[in-house]
């Protein structure tokens, strides 16, 4: 049999204006538009192949190891959404194999947890669409293909794209203007950098349909967030990203990450995705920006606990010497640093600033922590040689 196989990776991305609540559940539709960061590969991607043969007897996904179904709705609108552009294709071309009429073996794999609130669903997704757009051959742009992904999870839209990315919610009724583009690409703010504290890798207790859900339909600020809030901040925060001023980039995100979880507070029953230890990581932040007198970093948190914090690349050492201090004995630094980088970040703390703190810096921090997780913005789905798939026998390696 011929077996054809094609792969790719995606990114994770990270909201700094959150994306919370639909207009309409079916097509994945937000109330409001939103901007997120694409992150490096490296710690952080899901590594997708897709094949096809006209042997295969059903559509089957194995991710990390397990045969997961594929039944439900959202990855179903994906697969025929792909399909029919392929069809497309072959109405127009005698010559080209049906692949539109044949199943898909598709195998999937996270470097990092599934459902811990790193958009583990984004990046998923979005290697989904792009590794069978590789394997039809289609000729749709990234925008376009954002549209597809779109339906599988909302955020997955942005991770088809490197850098800065906005997702524009859109007006029209079956979603065609609804679909990601990029604000800025990765080279020309490639300083932005980011650390993510790794709270907990435990799945969330209110899942984040259920919680959008239950937001739309209870919170009182949630209205003055979509309406008012949200559409001001998507201009001053492209502005903010197109002029690369960090500093309103960062307040902006700050300000957006206390908005959303505001609102989650503010649904009844209340929803809490941040908890005691995001509390303090936020008091730390504040403590560290008021310190050194500038907005050297910024915190955001998604639907869960972590903390993502976002940094220019200048400013490393700055932060590093409280983090370092604070949290050496969490998994993460090595091997991104040596011990003499290490040691440097200590260094800094313990002969320039030690002196000069005047805030509580929580010494037990660390143990709240699971782990740390260095990284930085980063390229859209790539091509990649490592195939998942055994292209004699169409299934897992």
């Keep these: 049999m ?3 196989v094609a792969t790719t990776t995606a ?19 937000p109330t409001n538009s939103s901007i997120s960061v694409t992150l490096a590969q490296d710690d952080l991607r899901t590594l997708t192949s897709a094949a096809t043969s006209e042997s295969f007897e059903k559509d089957t996904l194995w991710l990390n190891g397990k045969e997961e179904s594929l039944s439900n709705k959202r990855t179903q609108d994906c697969l025929q959404d792909l399909r029919d552009l392929r069809h497309q294709l072959e109405s127009q071309d005698d010559n080209l194999p049906k ?51 779109r339906k599988g999870s909302g955020s997955a839209c942005r991770s088809l794209f490197g850098g800065f990315v906005a997702w524009e919610m859109g007006e029209a009724e079956d979603g065609s203007d609804s679909m990601a583009v990029q604000v800025l690409p990765l080279d020309q703010w490639s300083q932005m950098k980011a650390a993510i504290l790794v709270v907990s ?10 919680g959008m859900q239950l937001t739309v339909a209870t919170s009182d600020l949630f209205q003055e967030r979509i309406n008012k809030v949200v559409p001001n901040r998507f201009i001053e925060m492209k502005d903010a990203i197109i002029k690369r001023d960090f500093t309103k980039f960062a307040d902006l995100t700050m300000k957006d990450s206390n908005s959303f979880h505001a609102t989650c507070l503010d649904s009844y029953p209340p929803i809490f995705y941040i908890n005691d230890t995001s509390k303090k990581i936020i008091r730390l932040v504040h403590s560290i920006n008021s310190f050194f007198n500038e907005t050297i970093v910024a915190y955001t948190f998604d639907a869960g606990p972590n903390a993502v914090l976002y ?15 604070l949290l ?39 143990q709240s922590i699971t782990r740390i997780i260095l990284t930085r913005a980063g390229p859209g789905p790539q091509d990649s040689k490592e195939c998942l798939i055994d292209e004699e026998t169409g299934l897992p390696k």
Excluded: C
């Design 2 to 4: 011929t077996v054809h």
């Design 11 to 29: 990114p994770v991305n990270i909201a700094t204006l959150k994306y919370w609540g639909k207009r309409d559940a079916n097509l994945n539709l």
């Design 99 to 149: 692949m539109s009429q044949w199943k898909l073996h598709i195998v999937s794999e996270n470097n990092f947890p599934t459902a811990a609130g790193l958009a583990s669903s984004a990046a998923g997704f979005a290697a989904l669409v792009v590794a069978i757009a590789k394997l039809y051959k289609l000729p749709q742009d990234m925008s376009e293909l954002s549209r597809i992904a």
């Design 201 to 210: 890798d435990l799945k969330k207790d209110t899942p984040s349909t259920q």
């Design 311 to 325: 940094y220019l690349e200048e400013n490393e050492y700055k932060l590093f010497a409280f983090l370092y201090k």
């Design 328 to 366: 050496n004995q969490v998994e993460g630094w090595e091997p991104k640093y040596n011990k003499e980088q290490l040691n440097g970040f200590k260094s800094i703390f313990e002969n320039d600033f030690k002196e000069k703190i005047e805030f509580f810096m929580d010494p037990e921090l660390y």
